[in-house]
Structure formats: structure tokens, C-alpha cells
Nanobody
Framework: EAQLVESGGDLVQPGGSLRLSCAASGFTFSAYAMTWVRQAPGKGLEWVSG????????TYADSVKGRFTISRDNTINTLYLQMNSLKLEDMAVYYC?????WGQGTQVTVSS
């Protein structure tokens, strides 16, 4: 059974950085593109970033472009999201997903 487990969420001040991780199991991780999405309090889901199966191609929402970096390590079946220069509006639950398979999410709180 495919499973995704996010970690790394925390409380951080505006301007700070966090790195989220997503550990994948139960499927051939290196064969699939992966995505990060987020949901801010009281708002709908927002696509954040995507990466192809090999890691050579990445895409970003305009709201995070230049501040966030998606990457993956196929040797340890892990997806990452490096988040720099965090803003109040980045506060959300962040999910990694592979198609219809979602993780449980990790909370990122941005507050001074």
C-alpha cells in the first residue's frame, strides 16, 4: 500500500526557513512525479510545487517562486520542500501527494 508521511512542520518567525520532508513507501518512488500542496486556515487547497520522477524538472506556484525549492532523493524515497523567507501567508498544512495518494500533512505556523 502506498504511503506518504510528512514531517518538518514547525512554528517559525516571518523571514525564517523550514525544510519539509515526505517519506514514501509501498511504491516505486522513483517512477512517479510528486507534488506539494497546502491548505491555509479557512481556505481551499493550493498547489505549491511539483517535481518529475527524476528530479530534473520542477515547477512552482507564483506565490512561492524564488523562495521555495522542491527536491527529492530517490535513493531514500524522500521528497523535500525547502522554504525560505517565510511569510505569514505561508502558514498552512502542507501535504505531499502522488496522484490520489496523500500524506497526513504537516503544520507550518508563521508567527512573530
Amino acid at each position: 500500500e502506498a504511503q506518504l508521511v510528512e514531517s518538518g512542520g514547525d512554528l517559525v518567525q516571518p523571514g525564517g526557513s523550514l525544510r519539509l520532508s515526505c517519506a514514501a513507501s509501498g511504491f516505486t518512488f522513483s517512477a512517479y512525479a510528486m507534488t506539494w500542496v497546502r491548505q491555509a486556515p479557512g481556505k481551499g487547497l493550493e498547489w505549491v510545487s511539483g517535481i518529475n520522477n527524476g528530479g530534473s524538472s520542477t515547477t512552482y506556484a507564483d506565490s512561492v517562486k524564488g523562495r521555495f525549492t522542491i527536491s527529492r532523493d530517490n535513493t531514500i524515497n524522500t521528497l523535500y520542500l525547502q522554504m525560505n523567507s517565510l511569510k505569514l501567508e505561508d502558514m498552512a498544512v502542507y501535504y505531499c501527494k502522488r496522484g490520489a495518494v496523500w500524506g497526513q500533512g504537516t503544520q507550518v505556523t508563521v508567527s512573530s
